[in-house]
């Protein structure tokens, strides 16, 4: 399996629920991020990931709490979501540095929290 | 932060038609790339191009980086090409954290 591989594909869930979502890359790269896109707003990046290091966390509010035990793999754990927390979330990975640092998506989790 | 601005918002072609998309960004950049988001949601990366002109198939685009632009052209389209378009840019800060323009929807008709 190659590219990068996000599950489940669709959520509902819950504001009293925990659920996580996973992101997995065969890619070889060194940097993971999650992005978010509403309806009608810009994708927005929410955390980076770089060597399992967390190096950015774009003012997200603590319900949502990013995993990145190592390399190829990236979680978003969540709790207590409001309703407007939905959206399509989506992972990509890339190399950190460099001339090729070409990004790379995967098929997103589109989430509802009702 | 750098900001990304992409033109037109929206773009009703008949098929067989050529259209031009266009990417300004505020700031010097070391990654820009242009995808295009399918109804599944899925991003489908087009080009990586910080500079410079490359084409694929009926796709095609330039990246003029001093003039902080980049323009996608789409020729002879085709329903399949209906979707949303994202120029996406990363500052020359060392570090590839994608900002991503608001997007150009395309529609194809037949």
């Known amino acids: 399996e190659t590219g990068v591989t996000q599950t489940p594909r669709h959520l509902v869930m819950g504001m009293t629920n925990k659920k996580s979502l996973k992101c997995e890359q065969h890619?070889?790269?060194?940097?993971m991020y999650w992005y978010k896109q509403s309806a009608k707003k810009p994708l927005e990046l929410m955390f980076v990931?770089?060597?399992?290091?967390?190096?950015e966390n774009n003012s997200v509010p603590s319900r949502f709490s990013p995993e990145c035990p190592n390399s190829s793999h990236l979680f978003l754990h969540l709790h207590t979501l409001q309703p407007e927390d939905s959206a399509l979330y989506l992972c990509?990975?890339?190399?950190?540095?460099?001339?090729?640092?070409?990004?790379?998506f995967g098929q997103g989790t589109r989430l509802t929290v009702v | 932060g750098i900001q990304v601005e992409q033109s037109p918002p929206d773009l009703i072609l008949q098929e067989g038609a050529n259209s031009t998309l266009r990417c300004n960004f505020s700031?010097?950049?070391?990654?820009l790339q242009w995808f295009h988001q399918n109804p599944w949601g899925q991003l489908i990366n087009l080009f990586y191009?910080?500079?410079g002109t490359k084409q694929n198939g009926r796709l095609s685009a330039t990246t003029v980086a001093t003039e902080r632009y980049s323009l996608l052209y789409i020729s002879s389209s085709q329903t399949t090409d209906s979707g949303v378009y994202f120029c996406?840019?990363?500052?020359?800060?060392?570090?590839?954290?994608?900002?991503f323009g608001t997007g150009t929807r395309l529609l194809v008709s037949p």
């Open positions: 990509a990975s890339s190399q950190a540095f460099g001339v090729q640092a070409e990004a790379f």
């Open positions: 890619l070889g790269h060194n940097a």
């Open positions: 990931y770089n060597f399992k290091e967390q190096t």
């Open positions: 700031d010097s950049v070391n990654n």
């Open positions: 191009i910080p500079s």
């Open positions: 996406a840019v990363a500052a020359n800060t060392g570090f590839q954290k994608l900002v």
